[in-house]
Structures are given as C-alpha cells and as structure tokens.
C-alpha cells in the first residue's frame, strides 16, 4: 500500500514539474523578429493580388503540412512585376493544428508589422513566414538575422560540458531536432528548402555563432537566414525572464489593431450623427 502511495505521489510529482517546466519556453505565437523591405508596393496593384493568393496558401496548406514554398505570377508570359515568392515553416514538434494557428497570426500580423512592403519575414516562436519580389527559394544564406544572449551566465564547468555536448548533437539535425542533457535543453530548425547537407552546414554555423556570440550564457537562440539554434539551462525560462520575453511585437500588434478599429467606429459614429442631423 504504502508502495502505490509512493508511486502515485511521484506521477503528481512528475505533473507537476512538467507543469512548472515546460520543455517550450514561450507560446508559439510569441513575436521574435522581423524583417521589411524598404521598397513599397501599390495598394490594388498586381503585386498584392498575387501577394494576397501567396498568403492565403500559406495558412491552406499548413493545415496540411509545416512546411510549404509558394510562387505566384512568375509564369514566362506573366507581367515581371507581379511575381511573388514564398514559404512558411513550423517548427518541427508543433502539430499540425497548432502549426495552422501559428501560420494564422504570422499572416494577419505580417501587413501590421511590414505594411505594403516588397519582401518581408517573421519568425514567430512557433514558425516562420516570407516573401518575396525576387526569387529566394532554395538558395543558401546563412547571414545573422537575429541573435539574443540570456541575462545571466554560467560559471559551472559541467554546464558547459553538457551545453556543448547538447549542441554538438544540434548539428545532427535532419530539418528539427531537439536534445536536452541534465540541465541543458536546446533546439534547432532548419527551413524546409534546403537540402540536408545544407541544412546541417547552417545549424552547425549557428551553433558556432552561439558560442562566440553568447560566450557563458545561460540561454541564447541565434537565427540565421535559413535555420536557427537555442539552448537553455532547465529552469531558466521558469523564472521572471519569461515575461520579459513576452512579445514587443505582439503587443504593437495589439496596439494598432485597437487604434484602427477605434477609429473606425469613430467614423461609423460621425457618419450615423450626420444622418441623423440631415
Ligand atoms: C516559378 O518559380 C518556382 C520557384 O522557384 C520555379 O520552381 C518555377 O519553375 C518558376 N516558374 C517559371 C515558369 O519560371
């Protein structure tokens, strides 16, 4: 009796600590960074239209699959200017309902954050989105496009020897996967248009940016163009610093949305007292 007491108390232990140590840090619809062009495109032009069809395949098919490319309008009889192209990734362990709600808020947040532009990215934490004029399915580019070092370091040599074992294990990823050694956890994604010999060439790139970045962090992710590479002490995420993760562009998301649909019932108000004087 005393044994299945004993045993019981440690499947609520294990609840509970699964409860206070989520494997993920942070919500998968949680903002990490974006990119705009600089150039613009006409609002009703060609371009958006194509653009629009583009955007709506993305939240179609991911539905159906974390990975999908897309390219509109770049047929050899159709006008240069309206070609668009583009891909989404969720990351390897969503699933797929979750991977379809993440591919949701990327697209209805990506005219918010980079709005009318010619070519945009958005990594969510659960998955990322692009497009572009010019064509860049496939094509290698491991340049740095974000980079964050935890607050806090480590200065345990047996953190550093399991960190670096978990990242060494990173580098054997076939498009996702994770490792986690005592109290090291890490993760990495690479986007599905790339062979796996590029694949690996970039995580393993990440990863050594990780360490010449970051130097003793106790957490940092490094995102590269085509795949990125984080790790965490366990428990990290656990305390306050999740809530300092807490996404800015989410919340400037919020914001704007609030502002148009104020004003937009500003004017549907203004509009019905004219009538009504009229
Ligand atoms: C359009 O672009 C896609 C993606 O790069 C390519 O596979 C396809 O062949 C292109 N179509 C034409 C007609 O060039």
Request: aromatic share 10%; with cysteine.
């Given at each position: 009796?005393?044994?299945?007491?004993?045993h019981?108390?440690?499947?609520?232990?294990?609840?509970?600590?699964?409860?206070?140590?989520?494997?993920?840090?942070?919500?998968?619809?949680?903002?990490?960074?974006?990119?705009?062009?600089?150039?613009?495109?006409?609002?009703?032009?060609?371009?958006?239209?194509?653009?629009?069809?583009?955007?709506?395949?993305?939240?179609?098919?991911?539905?159906?699959?974390?990975?999908?490319?897309?390219?509109?309008?770049?047929?050899?009889?159709?006008?240069?200017?309206g070609?668009?192209?583009?891909?989404?990734?969720?990351?390897?362990?969503?699933?797929?309902?979750?991977?379809?709600?993440?591919?949701?808020?990327?697209?209805?947040?990506?005219?918010?954050?980079?709005?009318?532009?010619?070519?945009?990215?958005?990594?969510?934490?659960?998955?990322?989105?692009?497009?572009?004029?010019?064509?860049?399915?496939?094509?290698?580019?491991?340049?740095?496009?974000?980079?964050?070092c935890?607050?806090?370091?480590?200065?345990?040599q047996?953190?550093?020897?399991?960190?670096?074992?978990?990242?060494?294990d990173?580098?054997?990823a076939?498009?996702?996967?994770?490792?986690?050694?005592?109290?090291?956890e890490?993760?990495?994604?690479?986007?599905?248009?790339?062979?796996?010999?590029?694949?690996?060439?970039?995580?393993?790139?990440?990863?050594?940016?990780?360490?010449?970045?970051?130097?003793?962090?106790?957490?940092?992710?490094?995102?590269?163009?085509?795949c990125?590479?984080?790790y965490?002490?366990?428990?990290?995420?656990?305390?306050?610093?999740?809530?300092?993760?807490?996404?800015?562009?989410g919340?400037?998301?919020?914001?704007?949305?609030?502002?148009?649909?104020?004003?937009?019932?500003?004017?549907?108000?203004?509009?019905?007292c004219?009538?009504?004087?009229?």
């Amino acid at each position: 009796m005393a044994r299945i007491l004993r045993h019981h108390s440690s499947y609520l232990f294990l609840l509970f600590a699964l409860f206070l140590n989520p494997v993920h840090p942070v919500r998968p619809s949680t903002y990490i960074y974006s990119g705009c062009s600089q150039e613009k495109y006409q609002p009703s032009s060609l371009f958006e239209l194509n653009l629009d069809s583009v955007l709506s395949s993305f939240v179609s098919s991911s539905s159906r699959a974390a990975y999908g490319s897309f390219a509109v309008g770049n047929g050899t009889s159709a006008p240069p200017e309206g070609s668009v192209y583009g891909l989404y990734q969720c990351r390897g362990d969503l699933k797929l309902a979750d991977c379809s709600r993440c591919i949701q808020s990327a697209v209805s947040q990506m005219s918010l954050v980079c709005p009318y532009s010619y070519g945009a990215s958005l990594q969510l934490d659960g998955c990322y989105v692009r497009y572009e004029h010019t064509d860049f399915l496939g094509k290698v580019d491991t340049g740095l496009r974000y980079q964050k070092c935890g607050r806090g370091s480590e200065s345990d040599q047996e953190f550093f020897r399991r960190r670096d074992d978990v990242l060494a294990d990173l580098k054997t990823a076939l498009g996702f996967r994770v490792s986690s050694l005592g109290m090291v956890e890490g993760f990495a994604q690479c986007l599905g248009d790339q062979s796996a010999a590029d694949c690996s060439a970039c995580i393993s790139q990440a990863v050594e940016e990780l360490k010449t970045l970051c130097g003793s962090a106790a957490a940092a992710d490094v995102f590269l163009a085509q795949c990125y590479a984080r790790y965490w002490a366990s428990g990290y995420y656990d305390s306050s610093d999740s809530s300092n993760n807490e996404d800015q562009g989410g919340k400037t998301v919020a914001i704007l949305v609030g502002v148009v649909a104020g004003l937009a019932i500003l004017i549907v108000l203004l509009s019905l007292c004219r009538k009504a004087m009229s």
